[in-house]
């Protein structure tokens, strides 16, 4: 069974300093998806990485995939209020029919 | 814009009363997805369609049933909502299945269902 795990659950983050988000999942995929979730919204796509050693950039938030390690990052540069959010990584197990196992997500607060 | 819209945005309904959740999209997609979102969780997949073919996850209860009469309407019933089944559900869809699917799954703003 796949597990994905992401770690720290919980950020509280001044503005203008940089953090990273960690995603580890437990079996092969070869595909890898950052989700962001404002208070009693929906989910709104990020990024997709597809390969190993895949990195997107939008804004402030960069993804990168390693799926030698089964890690991905998201790193955070020069935080700004507006990215207070929870953010999800997601994961479809390979082999499977497309269905995504999600991280219980990372709970960003930004500061002034 | 095409799009995935859920109603209604907040649903209440009593303990044991049958609900029934709808999804409709514009996108054209294939697969339709609910998954149940508790307050501070994970969302988890319940089950998908893939066009007409029905795939539940094991550990779905079956007091959740689902219906997908055409290409652009999904729903989900609750035969007998209890106080635990309370949860902001999202459908969501995509184009195509597992490894020829390169594209993320397109959400819908969900439907927060409260139990009273």
């Known amino acids: 069974e796949l597990k994905v795990e992401q770690n720290p659950l919980f950020l509280s983050m001044q503005e203008g300093k940089n953090y990273t988000i960690y995603c580890n999942y437990s079996?092969?995929?070869?595909?890898l998806y950052w989700y962001r979730q404002d208070p009693g919204k929906s989910l709104e796509s990020l990024f997709v990485?597809?390969?190993?050693?895949a990195v997107k950039q939008e804004g402030r938030l960069m993804a990168s995939l390693d799926t030698k390690a089964r890690l991905s990052t998201l790193h955070i540069t020069a935080a700004v209020h507006d990215l207070s959010a929870t953010y999800f990584c997601a994961v479809v197990p390979g082999g499977s029919q497309g269905n995504l196992i999600f991280g219980k997500g990372t709970k960003l607060s930004v500061k002034p | 814009d095409a799009m995935v819209i859920q109603n209604p945005r907040y649903q209440v309904t009593q303990f044991g009363k049958p609900v029934t959740l709808s999804c409709s999209q514009t996108?054209?997609?294939?697969?339709m997805y609910w998954y149940q979102q508790k307050s501070s969780q994970a969302p988890k997949l319940l089950f998908h369609?893939?066009?007409?073919?029905?795939?539940n996850e094991a550990d779905t209860p079956d007091n959740f049933q689902s219906r997908r009469p055409n290409t652009s309407f999904c729903f989900l019933d609750i035969r007998s909502p209890g106080l635990g089944d309370a949860a902001m559900y999202l459908c969501a869809t995509s184009s195509r299945l597992g490894r020829l699917n390169n594209s993320p799954l397109h959400f819908g703003n969900g439907t927060r269902l409260t139990v009273t």
């Open positions: 990485l597809l390969s190993n050693g």
């Open positions: 079996t092969t995929s070869d595909r």
């Open positions: 996108l054209n997609h294939n697969v």
């Open positions: 369609y893939y066009d007409k073919d029905f795939n």
